[in-house]
């Protein structure tokens, strides 16, 4: 009896296993067949260099350094947050670029969002900016600046068009779209095709054994 209960157990586990099996194929079958983004060409790096884009992260960071000595550095990963506009791009942008000056120490840094505002077009809103000290990691009570929507509008103005004068504008915006989403597909379907194999195998061992 006890022989019996075993096998029936191990029997149970394989059906459910086989179920999980094909969920995973099926699922990876849509992915491969739909591929979202991998037609799409649009936005272009501009004066920047792709730094950093490991299949590993979710992040990407792009570098800028003009004649005069100044650096932009920027980064971008996606938010949890979807676009409010229909278009091909399904979740918005969380992008920090800083601005480094020859001769200073500290940096200017601009927390912004990046949506999707219409079919192939982009636009960024910055909702934070302030100064950090190259050298030093700021604490929670550091003054950081004022409530960025509280700003006068043609102060907030002012310092977007600072940031689209340095290379931030809807190329790199879309470019970034495309880049992170296409990313981030690849990573699912990775993920998928990882987990597929992992279930395979433990099938294999388990008709090894029964054998």
Not at 107 to 117: N, R
Not at 153 to 164: C, F, G, I, M, R
Not at 182 to 205: A, C, I, N, P, T
Request: one cysteine or more; charged letters at 25%; proline letters at 3%.
């Amino acid at each position: 009896m006890p022989r019996a209960t075993q096998i029936l157990s191990k029997s149970r586990k394989v059906v459910e296993d086989l179920n999980l099996l094909k969920v995973l194929q099926s699922e990876i079958s849509h992915e491969l067949s739909s591929n979202s983004f991998q037609d799409e060409n649009i936005g272009s790096l501009g004066d920047f260099v792709l730094e950093w884009n490991s299949s590993r992260s979710q992040d990407v960071v792009l570098r800028r350094k003009s004649e005069s000595g100044e650096e932009v550095a920027v980064s971008a990963l996606l938010s949890q947050k979807t676009c409010d506009t229909e278009g091909i791009f399904p979740r918005k942008l969380l992008m920090k670029v800083c601005v480094k000056r020859p001769g200073l120490s500290s940096i200017l840094q601009f927390d912004c969002g990046v949506s999707e505002k219409g079919v192939r077009r982009s636009d960024f809103k910055i909702r934070s900016a302030y100064f950090l000290q190259s050298t030093t990691v700021p604490g929670s009570s550091i003054y950081r600046g004022p409530l960025f929507s509280s700003l006068e509008p043609q102060l907030q103005d002012s310092l977007k068009e600072y940031l689209v004068a340095r290379g931030i504008r809807e190329d790199l915006t879309n470019f970034l779209l495309l880049t992170l989403h296409k990313k981030e597909q690849g990573q699912y379907l990775d993920w998928l095709q990882k987990l597929e194999s992992f279930v395979m195998k433990d099938e294999r061992l388990f008709s090894a054994a029964a054998g």
